[in-house]
T-cell receptor, first 118, second 111 residues
Framework: DTGVSQNPRHKITKRGQNVTFRCDPI?????LYWYRQTLGQGPEFLTY????????KSRLLSDRFSAERPKGSFSTLEIQRTEQGDSAMYLC????????????????FGSGTQLSVL | GDSVTQMEGPVTLSEEAFLTINCTYT??????LFWYVQYPGEGLQLLLK?????DKGSNKGFEATYRKETTSFHLEKGSVQVSDSAVYFC??????????FGTGTRLQVFP
């Protein structure tokens, strides 16, 4: 078990460009979460997948953001027309959850992708 | 809405000193409470948790007690080590994996 893997670790882009991040969760985990962490702040929830279904999206996720998990395994987070305010650490987390329980036993985080928009 | 407030850092201590990092929350009902730790260059790791009032979570010498009457979940350790230097986040959730985090407190421990 190699943990939750995120790529790239760092991304520098110019304002207006599109970027895509990838998250590979623990293989047997059916739940996947994206969080955003800006400097000096705690992580903020962005969106959540159960298998391939995107079940919840934060109002922080503007229409420039789109997340997918096409086969219920890895996930991608795309930001279109990046803005300087998008600069942040984007964290992915995964867990094994059961339909009849809200909270899983163990939520594991990846090391994140640090985005810098110039 | 729900929120978590942590004491601002950095907290600077000498090795073997006593540590307290304050955390209070605002939420209706009985959320679950967590402390996460983030070491340099690594992902967030769950340090400890408590799911109901008066529960004490503990791990690696760290402890925190869920106090409903004061809506607090302060993190304590009797004797810190240099290796404890990290950023500590208090968080809550309502029976889901969707966490609401505090702003984090950086701990620096010097030999």
């Amino acid at each position: 078990d190699t943990g939750v893997s995120q790529n790239p670790r760092h991304k520098i882009t110019k304002r207006g460009q599109n970027v895509t991040f990838r998250c590979d969760p623990i293989s047997e985990h059916n739940r996947l979460y994206w969080y955003r962490q800006t400097l000096g702040q705690g992580p903020e929830f962005l969106t959540y997948f159960q298998n391939e279904a995107q079940l919840e999206k934060s109002r922080l996720l503007s229409d420039r953001f789109s997340a997918e998990r096409p086969k219920g395994s890895f996930s991608t987070l795309e930001i279109q027309r990046t803005e300087q305010g998008d600069s942040a650490m984007y964290l992915c987390a995964s867990s094994l959850g059961f339909r009849d329980r809200g909270r899983s036993e163990k939520l594991l985080f990846g090391s994140g992708t640090q985005l810098s928009v110039l | 809405g729900d929120s978590v407030t942590q004491m601002e850092g950095p907290v600077t201590l000498s090795e073997e000193a006593f540590l307290t990092i304050n955390c209070t929350y605002t939420a209706t009902g009985y959320p679950s409470l967590f402390w996460y730790v983030q070491y340099p260059g690594e992902g967030l790791q769950l340090l400890l948790k408590a799911t109901k009032a008066d529960d004490k979570g503990s791990n690696k010498g760290f402890e925190a007690t869920y106090r409903k009457e004061t809506t607090s979940f302060h993190l304590e350790k009797g004797s810190v080590q240099v290796s404890d230097s990290a950023v500590y986040f208090c968080a809550l959730s309502r029976n889901t994996d969707k966490l609401i985090f505090g702003t984090g407190t950086r701990l620096q421990v010097f030999p």
